[in-house]
């Protein structure tokens, strides 16, 4: 079955600690990305990337990092957590044609 | 900066009863793809459109995308329970990239 996996999927952390929030996808594809969804804003893109060690910034890429080492995984690094970053937050990936998202992951910055 | 603005922000409908929801662009669409996302899941695409004035049916749902190729109207016929959920227009900007509007938060009420 074709799947983008996430965890954590629920998560409530401290201002400052460090966290990854992993992705994962099972259809070989490229294409990888990360969205954030906030109430009356939508989703907005954070980063993506077109291949292995190939990234970019999104429209807001402020205070999140992200790597792409291997194929399958493209992981969601936030160095130092604030409150405004508490949010919804989406992996997906892409054949160039559909995009897959993942389930979702809850953060909540306290 | 492209503006996706949806209309209504929230719907609520009895079982039956057709409606329509609308997403309008401040610039020309790259591609428009329309997703439903329910509770604690990612958006799921329903369709994609390009032609200007092309006209899509998906069962009971009828995607027309304006000629000028800055608007999109979605319509349910004999909406059900099922089709509650959040409607998100969005544009396909590149493989990898999708600019979303607020979206339709729809409840069919049995």
């Known amino acids: 079955e074709a799947q983008v996996t996430q965890n954590p999927r629920y998560l409530i952390t401290v201002t400052g600690k460090k966290l990854t929030v992993t992705c994962s996808q099972n259809?070989?594809?490229?294409?990888m990305s990360w969205y954030r969804q906030d109430p009356g804003l939508g989703l907005r893109q954070i980063y993506y990337s077109m291949n292995v060690e190939v990234t970019d910034k999104g429209d807001v890429p402020e205070g999140y990092k992200v790597s792409r080492k291997e194929k399958r995984n493209f992981p969601l690094i936030l160095e130092s957590p604030s409150p405004n970053q508490t949010s919804l937050y989406f992996c997906?990936?892409?054949?160039?044609?559909?995009?897959?998202f993942g389930e979702g992951s809850w953060l909540t910055v306290v | 900066t492209q503006l996706l603005e949806q209309s209504p922000q929230f719907l609520s409908i009895q079982e039956g009863e057709n409606l329509t929801v609308y997403c309008n662009s401040s610039s020309v669409f790259s591609s428009l793809q329309w997703y439903r996302q329910e509770p604690g899941e990612g958006p799921v695409l329903l369709v994609t459109v390009v032609t200007g004035g092309e006209v899509k049916k998906l069962k009971r749902l009828t995607f027309q995308f304006g000629d000028a190729r800055k608007d999109s109207s979605l319509h349910v016929t004999a909406a059900q329970p099922g089709d509650t959920g959040l409607y998100l227009c969005a544009d396909q900007t590149g493989a990898n990239n999708l600019f979303f509007g607020t979206g339709t938060r729809l409840t069919v009420i049995p």
């Open positions: 259809m070989n594809h490229e294409y």
């Open positions: 997906a990936s892409s054949n160039g044609d559909t995009i897959y």
